[in-house]
C-alpha cells in the first residue's frame, strides 16, 4: 500500500466514524465515568461537536493531501506544492522536495500505530 492510499484509508475511516450515531457514553465531552450514566439518561443526545469537528478535519487533511501531491512523471518523486514553493529558496534540500514532504509524513504520522502503517513513511528505512 503506498502513503496515498493509506492517507485517503485513514481518513475515510474517520469520516465514517464521524457519521455513525454518535455514543454519548464514549463522549469525550464527558469528564468522569460515574457520570456518563446519569448524563445519557437526562441528554439523550449528545451536542459536543464531536462529529462536525471530525468531519471538518477530514475535509482539512483531504485539502492538504490534494496539495501535497506527489508530481506525475518526476524522479525522484516530487511534492507539487513542496516543489513549487522550495525549489528557488532551498534547492538543496531534497527531503523537503521529495514526495512523501514532511507535510504528508507528518499527517501519515498521525496513525503510525496502525497495521498498514510503513516506517519509511517516518524517514526510518533501516526498519
Known amino acids: 500500500m503506498d502513503l496515498a492510499t493509506f492517507l485517503e484509508a485513514r481518513i475515510a ?37 464531536y462529529p462536525a469537528r471530525v468531519l471538518r478535519e477530514v475535509d482539512a487533511k483531504r485539502k492538504i493531501v490534494a496539495e501535497h501531491a506527489m508530481e506525475p512523471g518526476m524522479l525522484p518523486p516530487s511534492c507539487v506544492r513542496c516543489c513549487d514553493t522550495n525549489t528557488a529558496q532551498y534547492p538543496q534540500r531534497w527531503d523537503a522536495l521529495t514526495w512523501p514532504c514532511p507535510t504528508v509524513r507528518a499527517l501519515a504520522a498521525v496513525w503510525s500505530d496502525h497495521k498498514d502503517y510503513d516506517l ?5 528505512t533501516d526498519g
Not at 519509511?120 to 526510518?124: D, E, L, P, Q, S
Request: glycine fraction near 8%; charged fraction near 30%; aromatic fraction near 8%.
Open 13 to 49: 475511516d474517520d469520516e465514517a466514524a464521524a457519521r455513525t450515531v454518535h455514543d454519548v457514553a464514549k463522549c469525550d465531552a464527558m469528564l468522569y465515568e460515574e457520570d456518563m450514566a446519569a448524563y445519557a439518561a437526562r441528554t439523550p443526545g449528545c451536542d459536543c461537536g
Open 120 to 124: 519509511a513513511w517516518k524517514g526510518i
